[in-house]
């Protein structure tokens, strides 16, 4: 070994403890990356293979009925590769031991076994036979919740009857990867599930025989998604089509399509905050190493070695900073990334899904981690590089200090001498002062960024499940019912109140924009299901006009009291111009509400209803749901609560996972940069703190003006961090927003009192580490020493 | 240099070194400071050389200038066929590696390596070197050599100092009040260390002091005042450091 390298080794063991400060920041950096990254690339390569393979489509619409001769024009139509026509229907199910009814989404697959899109990927059992009654396959999230084998019977309500479905196998399909149903904010898989069935079973029971009510189809390379979807439109407007959709408006790839684009921010904000703070980091620490060796940099020079040896001399202290950060954090990323990877397994059903490092992750990860250090070193470095020679060989000036802008506004006045040698150290060096601030900021930054997204989502569970849906139960009608219907609905043992809707598809059209929606017509003033505007106030229901979601309102460009076009894609598909007089502040999807009268007259229809929302007597509702499966006219129940809480637990199991990791990480955040400081102030202070003690000083009053510099520089972090967090909340709220979802910005006061309470105790602990040092300070020898 | 091995002293040998007009003015802050005004100087081969002068007299300006670690503002300075006055950073740094050895007054140790890492310090950068060993030796230091800096008295500290510059058997050997911060006891063995290279290594040797009596065992002394030579003489008979009276 060179004796330049061992004068690196000995010099690495002097400032070991700040070197595995800066490490395990940087390695934070690095390990969210790579769990980020390596996630993201694991699921999105299985996902796309599987996609591949199993023949996902491209387009997909669902329409009322058309004959099958359908198909063949839907294929001529330029770009449509494969069609698959089917029927879809949503059935009421009898669960063994579960009293409310659930929802089964049966999809009826070609009876002999074609080479067709949406490929069901058998796990166990077999495929149906045609010509053998109610055999189904069944999905396996809703097989995995309750327990389903092949052999095992299902009671279901087919059409108003009921039926008893053999399940003979459990299977996987790309079109349910995250098997959810359309307009639920989260998986249920108690008490939704999908079934595969015959289709010369499924379609008679409906009246469909040799006609579908759903298509499928795959585009040619090279086809415009648009162009063709407005093709098929025009082809299915007459079948009752409620307009035909790509793969982004698809309800299982759109929500994996959210996770992944999450996944993707998560590689980007998070790992810049880890790696800017150890860039921060190295930069004191080599600031100040090199500031200590400028005489021996200067020897160096005067024997002949060249600034470029010098330099390489300090990127090696930097390269081992690299290499240890980033060992540790491709190991802890790798980790972190399986067992997220475990995670998305139990949501995301994909046949093989495996947790993958790819070799150009880590790659990657290094190189940024590189590029971070080197732009951290840089200032440092050059600063040895241009130091003269001859002039390094003289001691550094004394440190200059003078009256500053504080003092001169006469804040000194208040502060005692100790407190003024703070004041005027922090101030000397504004920026490293400054910087500092923010690092330890930013450790509470990243609390509440971690924290935020569960007060969100508490807020908009609340919003959407206790203010907005006041209703316990809501039932669809298998067809717009009568006013008998709601009535019969209203009498069902322990309904205590019921309210009508009337959902029907539409098409919304401002100028030249338009979208395709559903419109639900509620009573005036509805108590059981009330849209709330931005300030949580329900939003009145217009005689006349429509109240929309305010994100709706802001892609068609339309505002308050401006006049829209709505057709209705139902019956005589009549058009009529209404005013917006609303906006409703909603999470998920696009919405619009009328008046449930205005949408009947337009409908030219008198008392129908689609379904209906119930409050109910707790006392009673076993009584309910076994009624409420009795009825044939009921064609999906959704029991509000039940499926609450199932999610709760999930939600909350993972958020406190999430919580726990944050924790680590902001608390590395702040013991990196408090330690750092800390150190710092201790070396550049020692002379001064030992000769305080010398004139008779006791060991608190010098870990005082110690200390008394961290706790400063903490307090003007604690708002700095808070503010931080709050912007990066924001940034991240407008990231994660698409079309069909949205977040509200909601921090909760508790958040960022957590945030603070951790910075104030990384800090606390960090400071009585350094303190340490005060107490074994050996005044002798820091006194006889130069510099 | 391997020419230059004879130990004449007379003008007739060509000089190593070969400074005239030398200027240095630096700018601090709003004032120009005055550290050479025109100083003219050259150096033989095998030479001991003392340099006398009271502090702020710009003896450690011309040393440094001589080293390759300054240049002058204005006049030229050469080493044989060096031209020091234009040398640009990597030419300078080429010189200092190649010929220079420097003994600072503090030293200037890497703490974190002991004496015989601070000289292979030098010998893995040289052409020529000799063993780290054989350089402590000859500053009597080969029973210290893994003693760290902390570990050796200021005397010793100042020998892997001067061990440090001759490994690498440089052509001159500048030193800047090499017994600056010694006792006399200690001083004098520093010395003898000093001359002994001289001696047996034929290296120019540059002694910059304000100790006069340093003076005496040089071959020839040059006194600096305010930037200027004031005085130049020639010991016809040189005392060895223990003849010297501080």
Known sequence: MTALNRKLVRDLTQLKGQAV??????????????????????????????????????????????????????????????????????????????????????????????????????????????????????????????????????????????????????????????????????????????????????????????AFNDLALTLLPGAIEPEVIFQIDQLTERYGSAGAYGRSDQNSHMLIDGELSQLRGMASIPPAIFLAVSAFLINVVMTRLIGLQREQIAVLKAFGYTSWEIAWHFLKFVSIFVAGGSILGVFVGAYLGRGMTDLYAQFFKLPVFDYRLQPEVVLGAVLLTAVAAVLGTLTAVRRAVVLPAAEAMRPEPPAEYRVRFLERIGIHRLLTPAGRMILRRLSRQPVRSGLTV?????????????????????????????????????????????????????????????????????????????????????????????????????????????????????????????????????????????????????????????????????????????????????????????????????????????????????????????????????????????????????????????????????????????????????????????????????????ALETENQRFPLVIEPATYAMAALVMLIATAVTGLIVRRRVDRLNLVEVLKSRG | MATHHDQSKTETVAPAFFARGLTKVYRMGEVEVHALRGIDLDLYPGEFFVLLGPSGSGKSTLLNILGGLDVPTAGTVQYLDHDLTSAGEAALTRYRREHVGFVFQFYNLIPSLTARENVSLVTEIARDPMSPEDALRLVGLGERMDHFPAQLSGGEQQRVAIARAVAKRPDVLLCDEPTGALDLKTGVVVLEALSRVNRELKTITAVITHNVSIADMADRVISIADGRVTAERRNPHKKTPQELNW
């Open chain 1, 21 to 210: 400060a800066i490490v395990l920041v940087m390695a934070c950096g690095v390990a969210v990356f790579v769990m980020s990254v390596s996630t993201y690339r694991s699921l999105d390569g299985a996902l796309a293979t599987y996609y591949d393979r199993y023949h996902f489509a491209d387009v997909f619409a669902h329409l009322k009925r058309a004959p099958n001769s359908v198909t063949g024009l839907i294929a001529s139509i330029p770009g449509v590769a494969q069609v698959q026509s089917r029927v879809v229907v949503d059935v009421t199910l009898d669960i063994p031991g579960m009293k409310e009814p659930a929802v089964g989404r049966l999809v009826s697959i070609p009876d002999k076994p074609t080479p067709g899109l949406n490929r069901v990927h058998l796990r166990a059992g077999r495929m149906v036979e045609a010509g053998r009654r109610g055999e189904v396959i069944v999905h396996e999230s809703f097989a995995l919740a309750h327990g389903l084998k092949p052999g095992d019977r299902i009671p279901a309500l087919i059409n108003g009857r009921w039926q008893r479905l053999t399940v003979v196998g459990i299977a996987l399909s790309p079109e349910y990867v995250y098997a959810i149903r359309p307009g639920d904010a989260f998986p249920d898989d108690k008490r939704f599930g999908v079934f595969w069935m015959a289709y010369s079973e499924l379609a008679p029971a409906y009246d469909l025989d040799g």
């Open chain 1, 438 to 734: 923010v690092g330890i900021a930013l450790s509470g930054a990243v609390l509440v960024l971690g924290s935020f997204v569960e007060d969100t989502v508490r807020y908009v569970f609340d919003v959407q499940f206790f203010r907005v849906q006041c209703y316990d139960v809501s039932i669809v009608f298998t067809e717009a019912g009568s006013p008998q219907s709601l009535h019969d609905a209203a009498h069902l043992p322990g309904v205590i109140r019921a309210e009508p809707f009337r959902a029907v598809a539409a098409r919304v059209r401002f100028g030249a924009r338009h979208k395709r929606i559903g419109i639900t017509g509620l009573v005036r003033d509805p108590q059981l299901f009330r849209p709330l505007d931005a300030s949580g106030r329900p939003v009145p229901i217009p005689e006349g006009g429509v109240v929309m979601s305010a994100k709706l309102a802001e892609l068609l460009g339309v505002r308050v009291g401006e006049t829209l076009s709505v057709e209705i894609l139902e019956g005589e598909r009549p058009i009529r111009e209404v005013v917006l007089s609303g906006l409703t502040e909603d999470f998920a999807g696009l919405s619009a509400y009328m008046d449930i009268r205005a949408v009947r007259r337009m409908l030219r229809e008198t008392d129908t209803v689609s379904g209906a929302f119930l409050t109910v007597d707790a006392a009673r509702q076993d009584e309910l749901y076994f009624q409420l499966k009795r009825t044939p006219r009921v064609a999906s129940v959704t029991v509000k609560t039940a499926a609450l809480k199932g999610f709760e637990s999930t939600m909350a199991e993972n958020l406190m996972r999430m919580r726990a990791i944050n924790l680590v990480f902001a608390s590395i955040i702040a013991f990196g940069v408090v330690y750092n400081t800390g150190r710092i102030a201790f070396a550049e202070r020692s002379r001064e703190l030992a000769t305080l003690r010398v004139i008779g000083f006791t060991r608190a009053e010098v870990s005082i003006q110690l200390l008394g510099e961290l706790a400063m520089l903490t307090v003007l972090a604690l708002p700095v961090g808070m503010l931080c967090g709050y912007g990066l909340a924001s940034l991240a709220v407008v």
